[in-house]
């Protein structure tokens, strides 16, 4: 926990790379929320979640590196960072830290769509392995 939480703080306090808020929906886990703030090398990007239940699952990643290429299909990004997570429920809190890596395209000029993969290694609770990530579309505000 001594480490987790300093890592939290640097995720949400890091400045963005640019000053870009993005709002969305992502199914996968956690399925829910999502905002990307900056754009770039240097934005953050969160999502949270909830089941039926009473469980809340909160995911925060660095981008160390989102770069875009250009083919014949658009524009096709491939972004990276190392991150955080919380998942909160019933009577027990379960987090670690997560490594997301993905693929981005824009529909339209404002509206992202995406794809990731989260390895995740939890280290309160109980020590395991596990796999996050999702689809998700964030328009651009």
Do not use: H
Request: proline content about 4%; glycine content about 18%; charged content about 15%.
């Amino acid at each position: 926990m001594r480490l987790l939480l300093p890592a939290l703080v640097l995720c949400l306090a890091a400045p963005p790379a640019a000053a870009q808020l993005a709002v969305g929906g992502q199914v996968g886990t956690p399925t829910g929320l999502s905002l990307k703030l900056g754009a770039g090398r240097g934005a953050v990007l969160l999502a949270a979640g909830w089941d039926l239940g009473d469980a809340v699952e909160v995911e925060g990643n660095y981008l160390l590196r989102d770069r875009q290429r250009v083919g014949s299909s658009g524009r096709v990004g491939l972004f990276y960072g190392p991150g955080v997570f919380v998942q909160a429920g019933n009577d027990d809190t379960d987090a670690g830290v997560s490594l997301a890596a993905g693929l981005s395209t824009f529909l339209t000029r404002e509206l992202e769509l995406y794809g990731l993969l989260s390895p995740r290694l939890q280290l309160i609770g109980d020590t395991d392995v596990d796999l996050g990530g999702g689809l998700g579309l964030r328009l651009t505000l």
